[in-house]
């Protein structure tokens, strides 16, 4: 079997689809994405299809370790997000070959389900206790929520207080035994950080993600200290070697890779077992498309750590199109009673719209993450 062709797809809302096709008339499917920089990807995509063509598709941790280490310079979003979807594509392919699913070559499953989350609110925090209600309606056990709007270094009580009371409104619409997450999303930095976590200690809450910027590690340990509530955080880290360093550093307790952009199936793999190592949780990160999430719903089938799912249904970005709209068989993310089913179909466990993915791309898009400012016109975090 021999790859003949890597073709991407530019998708609405703000997806990248990539189909590897081979000479045998299998095709697999998978998601290189950076949001917000879809075209940049699409062409490292292209650039390592150089090497692809003609080669044999089952040959994935040879062909991973080409792409990494193949090239001088590595890492970072654009090309390991790049690795990652070619990464999918090819375990789509050899489990479809096969006739199993991915997490059947990779040891088998540890779990049937994995519990899953849903977004509320939107980038600017607001009605979000509608939203948590609506969500625990739909059967969610489990809500994360961004935390703050912009925030200065050190920032007036104001906005403090504004961030306790959307926390406070959302836990009284829920009840105190629905997981609340709460996403700093880092527009926090260390001294304001210290000041809300500490204020945020009675809320209960399932975790606290990215309290800073992953390029501030060194101040886990002095954050941990001060909240009871987990330390969340890897959604902006590429690759085990990333990992690493937060994983000596400490003060972490649940990571999330996203296997669209840290190398994907193969890579985040290795990043777990190393966290498990550690005893550190796993909460896969995926506000992205169908492929993504199939992808990770194979890894949480066989990482022992991984004990929650973010997924994309009905989230703020998905104005125009939804999770659901590229996939023939809707029901393959069985949803129910706060979690989803791992898919037991061939490689990933999903049928992709040719169809429906050929009529979308005509239109693409070029979203862009938004441009904050704070009140002095210097530019904020989003």
Not at 182 to 199: I, Q, S
Request: with cysteine.
């Amino acid at each position: 079997m021999k790859i003949t062709r890597l073709t991407t797809f530019l998708l609405p809302p703000r997806w990248l689809f990539l189909r590897i096709d081979t000479d045998a008339g299998i095709s697999g499917w998978g998601e290189p994405l950076v949001e917000g920089r879809a075209h940049t990807v699409a062409a490292a995509v292209e650039e390592l299809s150089d090497y692809l063509v003609g080669k044999d598709p089952r040959h994935i941790e040879d062909h991973w370790n080409v792409m990494y280490r193949g090239g001088f310079y590595r890492g970072g979003p654009v090309l390991m997000s790049a690795i990652a979807g070619i990464d999918q594509a090819l375990w789509d392919i050899k489990g479809k070959d096969l006739d199993v699913p991915v997490h059947a070559l990779l040891g088998g499953p540890v779990r049937e389900r994995i519990r899953i989350y849903s977004w509320i609110g939107g980038d600017r925090p607001a009605d979000t206790a509608k939203a948590a209600r609506e969500a625990v309606a739909r059967g969610f056990t489990a809500v994360k929520m961004n935390a703050s709007e912009e925030m200065q270094y050190v920032d007036t009580h104001d906005k403090v207080e504004r961030v306790l009371e959307n926390v406070q409104a959302v836990r009284e619409a829920v009840g105190p035994h629905v997981g609340l997450g709460l996403d700093f999303h880092g527009r926090v930095h260390k001294p304001m950080a210290k000041v809300l976590m500490r204020e945020l200690a009675p809320f209960k809450l399932m975790f606290i993600e990215e309290p800073v910027l992953s390029e501030h590690l060194e101040c886990l340990p002095e954050l941990a200290a001060i909240s009871p509530a987990p330390i969340a955080l890897g959604e902006r880290l590429y690759s085990r070697y990333d990992f690493k360093r937060v994983l000596q550093i400490g003060g972490v307790d649940i990571i999330q890779p996203d296997p669209s952009h840290a190398g994907g199936i193969t890579e985040t793999r290795k990043i777990a077992a190393m966290a498990e190592a550690y005893d550190v949780g796993l909460a896969l990160h995926c506000p992205l498309g169908p492929i993504a999430l199939a992808a990770n719903l194979q890894l949480d089938a066989i990482c022992h750590n991984a004990f929650i799912q973010e997924q994309s249904l009905g989230i703020h970005y998905n104005a125009t199109n939804d999770l659901l709209d590229y996939v023939s068989d809707r029901s393959v993310f069985a949803y129910a009673d706060g979690f989803v089913r791992i898919p037991q179909g061939p490689g990933l466990g999903i049928t992709v719209n040719q169809a429906y993915v050929d009529e979308r791309a005509a239109i693409g898009h070029r979203w862009r993450n938004p441009i904050w400012r704070h009140d002095d016109g210097s530019v904020a975090e989003w």
